[in-house]
């Protein structure tokens, strides 16, 4: 009984994963005709990297609709994206990534591959992981803002040259069920599928690269990490510096040192690995 509880503890996460996303993208009749659900829903964000095309999605992406506006020639503020993410970032933080991110659960999935050598660190990561802000000021805020054509109109650069989520949970069933839209594939397809495809073949080595290093959404989030009324917390009294919540974290993160790390997802592996209960999840104090 105690092994099938701790079981069951270790795949609860996977679990809210798939619940939620079967909730934010149960509109099933559009993986079947093919087409996108643009009811009253489709107003409202989902927390996650969620794209807005995807066949069964049931409400927006806040990156795509924060892209929506910066790139339209009327509007150049987002107040309800941004009160959006300072509610979640605020109670949150980087706990939507760990839970309620469609892309997150491709990838944790990928990882759990057995016959694939894991890789705690890649070369550069200290380096690599501002990359994420990068992409959120270039493609999402600058270039929306400010690459604009003829009459004002700028692009959603992020969703339409980067987002992998949009092309595995959008283009692909778009395509597949719509024949016409094959016969116009070209070159940006081509290099999306490239940059899914390394993606998808580099989860199954390194834990989330792509929350690791490129996305803005998880970048966003993770400035409220350090300040959310919902965090980690490391009572230093009883922490014995084992070392043991590092090992546990697949992000290689020193939780009893930084336990409130921009990168940190809140997965909960750490608090698990704890032999003490210093590390706990709670209330901010």
Do not use: H
């Not at 778009?174 to 116009?184: K, S, W």
């Not at 590092?246 to 750490?270: F, H, M, W, Y």
């Amino acid at each position: 009984m105690g092994k099938l509880f701790s079981r069951l503890r270790r795949n609860a996460r996977t679990a809210i994963q798939m619940v939620f996303f079967a909730l934010s993208n149960g509109y099933a009749a559009g993986f079947w005709r093919g087409n996108i659900y643009k009811g009253p829903g489709k107003f409202v964000c989902v927390p996650g990297l969620n794209c807005y095309s995807c066949p069964g999605a049931l409400g927006a992406c806040p990156i795509g609709a924060l892209q929506a506006v910066l790139s339209s020639r009327e509007y150049k503020f987002a107040f309800y994206v941004t009160g959006f993410f300072l509610l979640f970032g605020a109670l949150l933080g980087r706990l939507v990534c760990g839970f309620l991110c469609p892309f997150g659960l491709v990838q944790d999935l990928l990882y759990k591959i057995p016959f694939a050598r894991k890789v705690a660190r890649v070369p550069g990561d200290r380096f690599l992981r501002y990359v994420k802000y990068f992409i959120l000021a270039g493609f999402v805020i600058l270039l929306p803002l400010f690459a604009v054509d003829i009459i004002g109109q700028g692009q959603p650069w992020f969703c339409k040259y980067v987002c992998p989520s949009g092309t595995l949970f959008a283009g692909v069933p778009l395509l597949a069920a719509n024949p016409p839209l094959r016969e116009a594939l070209g070159w940006l397809f081509t290099w999306k599928a490239a940059i899914l495809a390394s993606l998808l073949l580099l989860s199954a080595f390194v834990y989330r690269p792509f929350c690791r290093y490129l996305c803005p959404l998880g970048a966003i989030y993770g400035l409220f990490n350090p300040v959310a009324i919902y965090r980690f917390q490391v009572d230093q009294d009883k922490c014995v510096a084992c070392g043991k919540c590092r090992q546990a974290c697949k992000l290689n993160l020193a939780v009893n040192k930084t336990p409130n790390s921009a990168e940190c997802i809140r997965c909960g592996d750490c608090l698990r690995a704890c032999p003490t209960g210093a590390v706990r999840w709670g209330k901010r104090r």
